[in-house]
Every structure is written in C-alpha cells, then in structure tokens.
C-alpha cells in the first residue's frame, strides 16, 4: 500500500551544520512528492515539492531530489540555522486520490 | 490573499460539551482536508471532501466526530461529546484539482482544543 518512511528524530545539528533527513516512499505509480515544515504552535507549510522522476524541488537553501530507482526523497540543507528548528514532514499524494500521505515527522533542533 | 481560515483558534471545554470547529478553504479550492494532531499518534487525516462531498471518511474516530461542507467556502467538524482524550490540535486544509493530479495542500494554523 501507499506509505512514507522517514528518519525518526529528534535530530540536533549544530548552526551551519549539514542537513539530511532520509524520507523512502511506497506508492501505485509515480506521485508528486512533497516536504512539508512545520513551525512550533504553526499548522503546516509547503517547503518544496517535485512533481516527476529526478524533479530537485528547492526552496529556503533546501533540496530534495525525486529518485524512483530508490524511491527516495531526501531533504538536504547545506547550512542549517537557529531559525531552522522545525517539524519536517515528507508526503506524496495517495495514488490519484487528492490526500496525501504523510510520514511521521523528524524534529529537528539547531543549535546556536 | 488569505489563506486557509480556522475557528476558534483555542477551545477549551468540559467533559461531555459539544465542540465545533470551523474551516474556510482558499476560494477555489475544491478539495478540503480534516486533520488532528497530538504527540502520540502524530498527524492522522480524518476525512476529506471534494467538491463538498465526503470522499474518505474512514479516520474519523468515532460516531461522536462528524463533518460537514455545506458550500464551497465553508466545512465544521463536530465533536459530541467530547472526550479528553479528543484533546489535540485540529487542522483543516484545501487544495484544488489540475491536470495531472491535485495540488499540493494548504493548511489552516490549526485549532488547539482541550477537553478537560
């Protein structure tokens, strides 16, 4: 069935530090993908997305680049900052059905 | 332009009220999602409709939860009645439907309740 995987935090980097947090997927087809970032006491926003095989979607000094071979989406960030301390939620969409599927989200705490 | 519209923002009640949660999508949208969200079971969908229609209700707990859209531009979700262990944070979202597939989602900043 449809699912997301992604790495269990809490995940604490230092400010400037190298970000990767794994998100691997199981859908029928190939799915839109999409990181969502969530901001403490915030609902959910879209951080980046792709759209079809080897897509990168970008957005704030994030990456993420849509690999089918692995079924990967994993979200990068060369230098993370204090203002980085979030939720970060990977999804894609449920097949042709308009919900997404959400993994469980990777806190993630960037200390200065 | 505004974005997804929830009300109350807080809501605190006793055992046993009726709670009732607002939502207005993006104009446009066709597409409208119920969430909750706690520290245990994380962020869990409980239905969503298309063009006002339900299409999944299959999250919704139980017989006490029930939703409704009954235009374009506004849905509740209804709680009666409320339980603590409803006590989370309530998101709606919307989106809209495009060639290829549904769009990306847009959230509401949700609904904190507590059921005391």
């Known amino acids: ?112 | 332009d505004a974005g997804v519209i929830q009300s109350p923002r807080h809501e605190v009640t006793e055992m046993g009220q009726e709670v009732t949660l607002r939502c207005k999508p993006i104009s446009g949208h066709d597409y409208l999602f119920w969430y909750r969200q706690t520290m245990m079971r994380g962020l869990e969908l409980l239905i969503y409709f298309n063009n006002n229609v339900p299409i999944d209700d299959s999250g919704m707990p139980e017989d006490r939860f029930s939703a409704k859209m009954p235009n374009a531009s506004f849905s509740t979700l209804k709680i009666q009645p409320s339980e603590p262990r409803d006590s989370a944070v309530y998101f709606c979202a919307s989106s809209f439907s495009r060639l290829g597939g549904p769009s990306e989602q847009y959230f509401g900043p949700g609904t904190r309740l507590t059921v005391t």
């Not at chain 1, 849509?66 to 990967?72: I, L, P, V």
């Not at chain 1, 939720?87 to 200065?112: D, E, M, R």
């Open chain 1, 1 to 112: 069935g449809n699912s997301v995987t992604q790495m269990e935090g809490p995940v604490t980097l230092s400010e400037e530090a190298f970000l990767t947090i794994n998100c691997t997927y199981t859908a029928t087809g190939y799915p839109s993908l999409f990181w969502y970032v969530q901001y403490p006491g915030e609902g959910l926003q879209l951080l980046l997305k792709a759209t079809k095989a080897d897509d990168k979607g970008s957005n704030k000094g994030f990456e993420a680049t849509y690999r089918k071979e692995t079924t990967s989406f994993h979200l990068e960030k060369g230098s993370v900052q204090v203002s980085d301390s979030a939720v970060y939620f990977c999804a894609h969409h449920g097949g042709s059905q308009g919900n997404l599927i959400f993994g469980k989200g990777t806190k993630l705490s960037v200390k200065p």
